[in-house]
């Protein structure tokens, strides 16, 4: 079924005095981007947790940070070199400086250079990182769940939407056989008044008629729109991301459309063509959520 690339979710675990909080937000993104934030002491396994992230995330940019804390005497897992801070805050000075920068320097700002001054006073232990990984893998599940749950709402809104565009071609294929007809006849009616001297040669005439008339049909076109409709309804029910199919094939399915509305020569074929267009726009609104 689909996911949405859009969610939240969070875990808290204690262990024997360590305590892991992880919260992962993520949003709409092309391709998988993983912002990842953790406790200093745990950098060394963070090349392992995105691994692990990318096993059960495929699309979406996302926001992750684990917090871990020691209960009792040690909370902090590190401490403040004063010296460190001091030369990194010169340093923003002199690249504000330099650079003509009127803003002033914020916590965020002098974080992003926190590894010139702060200092580890707990070792990483395997034991540990199992635990963060635990918590990481349940904030994960609470995602995924808030991840299916909208998308089970946007495949509703797909499948009304579908509904709507089948509907529009039965109508187009309704209309389409009396207004080429119609549209033959016009142009048979101009074409005698217009060119006396080949009224001798009727059977020519309409055979170039008749060719012109058939250029505007768009049987053809409706035959693959619901094909490509059908496409569309199987990829929704796969267990798999299909957010880039989904795309593709909706990419084809506006195709067809135009070249529906390119060749109307009725005002309510036409018509029908646009609400097509339109609804495929929402359509594909949508589908820049979808994993």
Same mark, same amino acid.
């Given at each position: 079924m689909?996911?949405?690339m &859009?969610?939240?979710?969070?875990?808290v675990?204690q262990?024997?005095?360590f305590?892991v909080?992880?919260e992962?937000?993520? /949003?709409?993104?092309?391709?998988?981007d993983?912002?990842l934030r953790l406790p200093?002491?745990?950098?060394q396994?963070?090349?392992d947790?995105?691994?692990?992230?990318?096993?059960?995330?495929?699309r979406?940019? *996302?926001?992750?940070?684990?917090?871990a804390?020691?209960e009792?005497?040690n909370e @902090?897992l +590190?401490? /403040?070199?004063?010296?460190?801070?001091n030369?990194?805050i010169?340093?923003?000075?002199q690249?504000k400086?330099n650079?003509?920068?009127?803003e002033?320097?914020?916590?965020?700002h002098? *974080?992003n250079?926190?590894?010139?001054?702060m200092?580890? &006073?707990? %070792?990483?232990? !395997?034991e $540990? =990182?199992?635990?963060?990984v635990?918590s990481?893998?349940?904030?994960? #599940?609470?995602?995924e769940?808030?991840?299916?749950?909208?998308?089970d709402?946007?495949v509703v #809104?797909?499948?009304?939407?579908?509904?709507?565009? $089948?509907? +529009? /071609?039965s109508?187009?294929?309704? *209309? +389409?056989?009396?207004?080429?007809k119609e =549209?033959?006849?016009?142009?048979? %009616?101009r074409?005698?008044?217009l060119?006396?001297d080949?009224i001798?040669n009727q %059977?020519r005439? *309409?055979?170039?008629?008749?060719?012109l008339?058939?250029?505007y %049909?768009?049987t053809?076109e409706?035959?693959?729109?619901?094909?490509?409709?059908?496409?569309f309804r199987?990829? /929704?029910k796969?267990?798999?991301p299909s957010?880039?199919?989904l795309n593709f094939i909706?990419? !084809?399915?506006n195709?067809?459309?135009?070249?529906?509305?390119?060749?109307?020569v009725?005002a309510e074929?036409?018509?029908f063509?646009i609400?097509?267009?339109e609804?495929? @726009?929402?359509i594909?609104e949508?589908?820049?959520?979808?994993e």
């Open positions: 689909l996911s949405s &859009t969610g939240f979710g969070k875990s675990i262990n024997n005095g305590s909080e992880t992962i937000k993520s /949003i709409n993104s092309r391709y998988l993983i912002s200093r002491p745990f950098y396994f963070e090349l947790l995105r691994e692990q992230i990318k096993k059960r995330i495929s979406g940019k *996302l926001y992750l940070t684990v917090s804390k020691y009792g005497i @902090e +590190s401490d /403040i070199d004063v010296k460190g801070l030369a990194t010169n340093l923003l000075e690249i400086k650079a003509n920068i009127v002033e320097i914020k916590l965020e002098v *974080l250079f926190q590894n010139y001054f200092n580890d &006073t707990q %070792d990483a232990k !395997e $540990e =990182y199992k635990i963060i635990q990481v893998n349940e904030a994960l #599940d609470a995602l769940i808030m991840r299916r749950k909208e998308g709402e946007l #809104d797909f499948q009304k939407r579908l509904e709507i565009i $089948e509907n +529009s /071609i109508e187009i294929e309704r *209309l +389409s056989s009396a207004s080429i =549209y033959f006849n016009k142009l048979k %009616d074409a005698i008044k060119t006396s080949l001798d %059977d005439l *309409l055979q170039e008629l008749a060719f008339s058939e250029k %049909d768009v053809e409706c035959v693959r729109l619901r094909s490509h409709i059908k496409m199987d990829a /929704i796969l267990n798999e957010g880039r199919r909706s990419q !084809e399915m195709r067809e459309a135009n070249t529906i509305n390119s060749k109307s009725s074929i036409t018509s063509g609400t097509i267009k609804e495929l @726009e929402k594909r949508q589908l820049q959520n979808i």
